[in-house]
């Protein structure tokens, strides 16, 4: 059996990224390795396919507005590292959907079995980047500016200097139109709707925020993460050596808290639970 051959962070290394993002005319990938890269486009473009199937409207109607998913997946789902990370609906300039992740791929060695306790800050922080990225239109290089300064080693604490960039509202439409000019066409319609509650009834802090982004990227502090762990004892579940990876929403962009745990490698159901209708029971 080969063994996939993956770029693993070390100590104090910011996590890569990979996928589209309106700032962009096609796939952007930075310090994600090719074979890594290939694990998470096969998984993605089985999900892409698999709503497309499921109808012309499943795409508008609830990958557009699906929330930012944070995930940990163990090396035994299939990449053989530890991945904390966060994966959010998204697109390119020209309007083709596409999802953007962003992960810290980790040896098991690496690991520390305290890491989800005390991850809460770095995927607010990356969720946070993800998200005023797509909902502004960033450009790549502004991306990489801001997941940069993010970090996770043992011993952080909760708290981080952060950029600018207001989250209030719900959805991810934003201001990726007004920055894709006149005369572009593409594949796929308008983001509309505002976001969608969870309709399984487990709710969260929002972690809701208002007001007006300032001119310019990366102006201000971002909104300060919430103060009790997301998902409590999520340490005592995981084995990073098992095949059962977790996925919570990032609270960053106001979203209910919603879990999910799966069990072997991302497949097509898990795509369709974090970004279909199934979501939503239907």
Known sequence: MSTMQTTLACDGEPPAWYGKIPGAGDFVNHRLSHELAG?????????????????????????????????????????QCVQPG???????????YYPVIATLPMRTADYWSALPDVADAFYWQVGSALLDAIRHARAPVQLEQALARVRLVPGAAARSAWFGG????SGWRGERDA?????????????????EGDESGESGESGESGG???????????????????WPGLSQ??????????????????????????????????????????????
Do not use: K
């Open 179 to 195: 920055a894709r000019g006149s005369g572009e066409g593409g594949e796929a319609g308008d983001f509309d709707g505002a976001g």
């Open 212 to 230: 007006e982004a300032r001119s310019g990227p990366f102006a201000q502090l971002m909104p300060s993460p919430p103060a009790t762990p997301a």
């Open 237 to 282: 579940y995981f084995d990073p050596h098992g095949a059962t990876s977790f996925w919570w929403t990032n609270r960053a962009d106001g979203s209910p808290l919603r879990t999910h745990a799966h069990t072997g490698a991302p497949d097509s159901r898990l795509f369709l639970r974090l970004f279909g209708g199934v979501q939503h029971g239907v």
């Open 166 to 169: 207001e989250f209030g509202e």
């Open 39 to 79: 694990w998470w486009e096969r998984w993605l473009q089985q999900g892409m396919a698999a709503m497309r199937q499921r109808g012309d409207d499943e795409l508008a109607r609830y990958y557009t507005v699906a929330p930012v998913w944070n995930f940990l997946i163990p090396a035994g789902a299939g990449a």
């Open 86 to 96: 966060c994966l959010a609906p998204s697109c390119d300039r020209v309007g083709r």
